[in-house]
């Protein structure tokens, strides 16, 4: 057995091969538990682990999600909102980066909207390996989300966009992503 911190997430990468992600050392690791599954066994196990340092981060309100080799995790409840993406093939070489500063160019960026915003009133929920979506909340709102608004932010090249969204925002096309 081994001493896994707060789980956070897990994926596939193959048939017989899952990943757990957790937070570890008091949040100041992101921890990688490569599971191999022997179905024949009816038996899994971790065979081995990578462990990233990050910096401080509570496993409260965290989000996980994956597409085409690239994680993200993402803090949404501590202030300001940390956010990590990392390799999701534990053997890769390409490192763990911290996108949490895009957080608070998304709130600056949201400020000269002149809609009563922050970065506190967004949470992520859509994710491709360049581009992150998130809800936009009026900052008076503090459980639902405004249905009218979209911030797409470009992981890569930083550059932001709001977009007008018309009727349920979980509904959202992922065609919006990709501008």
């Given at each position: 057995?081994?001493?896994?911190?707060?789980?956070?997430?897990?994926?596939?990468?193959?048939?017989?091969?899952?990943?757990?992600?957790?937070?570890?050392?008091?949040?100041r690791e992101l921890c990688q538990r490569v599971i191999g599954i022997d179905r024949?066994?009816?038996?899994?196990?971790?065979?081995?682990?990578?462990?990233?340092?990050?910096?401080?981060?509570?496993?409260?309100?965290?989000?996980?999600?994956?597409?085409?080799?690239?994680?993200?995790?993402?803090?949404?409840?501590?202030?300001?909102?940390?956010?990590?993406?990392?390799?999701?093939?534990?053997?890769?070489?390409?490192?763990?980066?911290?996108?949490?500063?895009?957080?608070?160019?998304?709130?600056?960026?949201?400020?000269?909207?002149?809609?009563?915003?922050?970065?506190?009133?967004?949470?992520?929920?859509?994710?491709?390996?360049?581009?992150?979506?998130?809800?936009?909340?009026?900052?008076?709102?503090?459980?639902?989300?405004?249905?009218?608004?979209?911030?797409?932010?470009?992981?890569?090249?930083?550059?932001?966009?709001?977009?007008?969204?018309?009727?349920?925002?979980?509904?959202?096309?992922?065609?919006?992503?990709?501008?």
């Amino acid at each position: 057995m081994y001493d896994a911190g707060e789980v956070v997430g897990f994926y596939s990468i193959e048939d017989r091969t899952a990943v757990i992600v957790d937070i570890c050392e008091g949040g100041r690791e992101l921890c990688q538990r490569v599971i191999g599954i022997d179905r024949s066994k009816k038996m899994a196990e971790c065979i081995l682990y990578r462990r990233h340092s990050i910096p401080n981060f509570s496993a409260e309100c965290v989000l996980t999600c994956v597409d085409k080799g690239l994680a993200l995790t993402v803090a949404y409840h501590e202030l300001p909102i940390k956010g990590l993406t990392y390799p999701m093939n534990h053997l890769s070489n390409c490192h763990l980066k911290d996108i949490s500063p895009l957080f608070i160019k998304a709130n600056e960026y949201l400020e000269r909207t002149g809609l009563e915003v922050t970065i506190t009133n967004i949470s992520p929920f859509s994710f491709s390996k360049s581009k992150l979506g998130c809800r936009v909340r009026d900052a008076d709102q503090q459980f639902g989300y405004n249905s009218c608004y979209l911030l797409v932010i470009d992981i890569m090249s930083e550059a932001m966009k709001l977009l007008d969204v018309p009727d349920a925002p979980f509904k959202v096309p992922e065609t919006l992503l990709f501008i």
